[in-house]
């Protein structure tokens, strides 16, 4: 398997009852997306990550957000389902449900290229951070510092995957 093709859906945190379900802190705004999931690859890296076949999957709503429940083949109870903790867990782009019109994945962002509505060049994508209120694109410019654009529609206008391009709408200091 080709680390290209795995994408992050989560994290496996501890084990979940007796029988040898995990815990997964998903990596995406939309839990439910790990139910689908019939195969996941689990490891530290993509690189390293070995298929594991999932048994049944469920949501846990938690004070902290929405969790998913898995359980993996060779995880019976819960010793066996603690090995797994710490553990990322990828998928294939093409196992994962279709997105949303306006959704994208965040490293698709990666490497865009970011324009004002007039279409005067801003710089690139470098990094999305993902922070607690909304993310932020961190725009690489030409001979100046790094610009950070909060991911809102007060700024971001659109996103056009097929040409690469995000139009922004500054305020007034935002890119000083």
């Given at each position: 398997?080709?680390?290209?093709?795995?994408?992050?859906?989560?994290?496996?945190?501890?084990?979940?009852?007796?029988?040898?379900?995990?815990?997964?802190?998903?990596?995406?705004?939309?839990?439910?997306?790990?139910?689908?999931?019939?195969?996941?690859?689990?490891?530290?890296?993509?690189?390293?990550?070995?298929?594991?076949?999932?048994?049944?999957?469920?949501?846990?709503?938690?004070?902290?957000?929405?969790?998913?429940?898995?359980?993996?083949?060779?995880?019976?109870?819960?010793?066996?389902?603690?090995?797994?903790?710490?553990?990322?867990?990828?998928?294939?782009?093409?196992?994962?449900?279709?997105?949303?019109?306006?959704?994208?994945?965040?490293?698709?962002?990666?490497?865009?290229?970011?324009?004002?509505?007039?279409?005067?060049?801003?710089?690139?994508?470098?990094?999305?951070?993902?922070?607690?209120?909304?993310?932020?694109?961190?725009?690489?410019?030409?001979?100046?510092?790094?610009?950070?654009?909060?991911?809102?529609?007060?700024?971001?206008?659109?996103?056009?995957?097929?040409?690469?391009?995000?139009?922004?709408?500054?305020?007034?200091?935002?890119l000083d």
């Open positions: 398997m080709q680390a290209t093709q795995l994408l992050l859906v989560g994290r496996l945190a501890r084990a979940h009852g007796l029988r040898g379900e995990c815990k997964v802190i998903p990596e995406s705004d939309d839990p439910s997306r790990l139910l689908a999931l019939g195969q996941v690859w689990v490891g530290a890296s993509p690189d390293a990550a070995a298929p594991v076949t999932v048994s049944s999957a469920r949501l846990q709503t938690t004070r902290r957000g929405t969790l998913a429940l898995v359980r993996l083949n060779g995880a019976q109870c819960v010793e066996e389902a603690s090995a797994f903790r710490g553990q990322n867990v990828y998928a294939r782009m093409q196992d994962l449900p279709p997105l949303a019109p306006r959704e994208h994945f965040l490293h698709d962002l990666i490497g865009m290229t970011v324009t004002l509505t007039d279409g005067a060049h801003v710089g690139r994508v470098r990094d999305v951070w993902e922070m607690p209120a909304n993310n932020m694109y961190v725009v690489t410019r030409q001979g100046r510092a790094d610009a950070l654009i909060p991911a809102v529609p007060a700024f971001v206008q659109s996103v056009d995957t097929e040409r690469r391009t995000i139009a922004i709408r500054p305020i007034d200091g935002l």
